[in-house]
């Protein structure tokens, strides 16, 4: 089992910036792509930005140009850079690591999906 955990969630007012952080617990060596979700109150969970095996980055259209996903080369590590934050923002943030779509059977701890606890972000107006 690999344990995701995420930090760096908290208030801001509109405008601001927030960096999430997201550190996982076991090194495993598989392909794996790595997101950043959220879930606002009332709403379903939603992707935000992903960091791909092959180190392509792919964002929703609501942060375009606003948030900046990273990650560091042992995959044990995932940022979310958030700038100009806005109200509609406000949400739990969940890091997940995906390596399915690389294997065609899970084994150890490649072929899975783990999810962090989440971290809240609030943003005010």
């Known amino acids: 089992q690999v344990q995701l955990v995420e930090s760096g969630g908290g208030s801001v007012q509109a405008g601001g910036s927030l960096r999430l952080s997201c550190v996982a617990s076991?090194?495993?060596?598989?392909?794996?792509?790595m997101s950043w979700y959220r879930q606002a109150p009332g709403k379903e969970r939603e992707l935000v930005a992903t960091?791909?095996?092959?180190?392509?980055?792919t964002y929703s259209d609501s942060v375009k140009g606003r948030f900046t996903i990273s990650r560091d080369n042992t995959k044990t590590s995932l940022n979310l850079q958030m700038n100009s934050l806005k109200p509609e923002d406000t949400a739990m943030y969940y890091c997940?690591?995906?390596?399915?779509?690389?294997?065609?059977?899970?084994?150890?701890?490649?072929?899975?999906?783990?999810w962090g606890q989440g971290t809240q972000v609030t943003v005010s107006s």
């Open positions: 997940q690591t995906d390596s399915s779509r690389y294997y065609r059977a899970a084994y150890e701890y490649c072929g899975r999906i783990y």
């Open positions: 076991t090194y495993t060596g598989c392909r794996s792509d």
């Open positions: 960091f791909e095996d092959g180190g392509t980055t």
